[in-house]
């Protein structure tokens, strides 16, 4: 299943980097296995994914002792990142995506042993994302990254309103460049199981695939 899912997922990344005239290479295949238990990852592990996604601090706390050992396994905080929450985050997370405040960056910055990686999550749709830093915000929350000498800054993460069509996620993605080069940043991660080849063609450098891997979510 897993595996006939993955050659599905990447069977579409590559013809959305051949229609962008873009290389595989550019583009970076984040497993997302929240609510899925730890053999998720290791499955996924076995057949050569390296990066993943998880949306809980406390989720993944306990499916890490399940683990075993992954050379080379890199797993992104792709969730709300509560402050009381950031020391676990830093021992348990290499990436975190979702930096939307200067208090959260210092934080991070205080508690982590060496360089952590981060994304900042920017909120491009109104009401409708609860978290994320408005575009206003950016050159202030860059400013501050920057001062953080732990937290090494990779770019920008957005989450659009969830739709079946990936077209109206265009927009959004679109905003995200923008707003990345204007910020001299490269790394965008963008793009989800319905939307990603459209973020593919809009520049996506990271993409967050749960669903068309795992399967459907069901919510306990
Ligand atoms: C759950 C989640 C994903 C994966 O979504 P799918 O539709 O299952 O591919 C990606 N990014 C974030 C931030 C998520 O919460």
Not at 5 to 23: F, H, P, T
Not at 90 to 108: P, W, Y
Not at 116 to 126: A, H, I
Request: aromatic letters at 6%; glycine letters at 8%; one cysteine or more.
């Amino acid at each position: 299943m897993l595996a006939e899912n993955l050659s599905r997922v990447e069977e579409r990344i590559q013809a959305a980097c051949a229609r962008a005239g873009r290389r595989r290479g550019e583009v970076t295949l984040i497993a997302v296995t929240k609510v899925f238990p730890a053999q998720a990852i290791v499955d996924a592990y076995a057949l050569g994914l390296r990066e993943f996604g998880e949306n809980y601090v406390q989720e993944f706390e306990s499916k890490f002792p399940q683990l075993p050992e992954l050379p080379g396994a890199h797993v992104h905080l792709i969730g709300h990142l509560q402050s009381n929450k950031s020391r676990r985050a830093v021992e348990l997370f290499h990436t975190i995506q979702t930096v939307d405040s200067g208090k959260l960056a210092r934080r991070l910055n205080e508690q982590a042993e060496g360089t952590l990686e981060v994304f900042l999550e920017v909120k491009l749709s109104g009401e409708e994302a609860k978290h994320g830093a408005a575009p206003e915000e950016l050159p202030a929350l860059i400013e501050a990254v920057s001062a953080c000498p732990r937290l090494r800054l990779r770019g920008l993460m957005t989450m659009p309103p969830w739709t079946e069509d990936a077209e109206p996620s265009r927009p959004y993605f679109r905003r995200l460049r923008q707003l990345a080069g204007a910020h001299g940043m490269s790394a965008l991660s963008m793009g989800m199981s319905n939307d990603f080849e459209v973020a593919i063609e809009e520049g996506a450098t990271h993409i967050r695939v749960g669903t068309a891997l795992f399967g459907r979510r069901v919510k306990k």
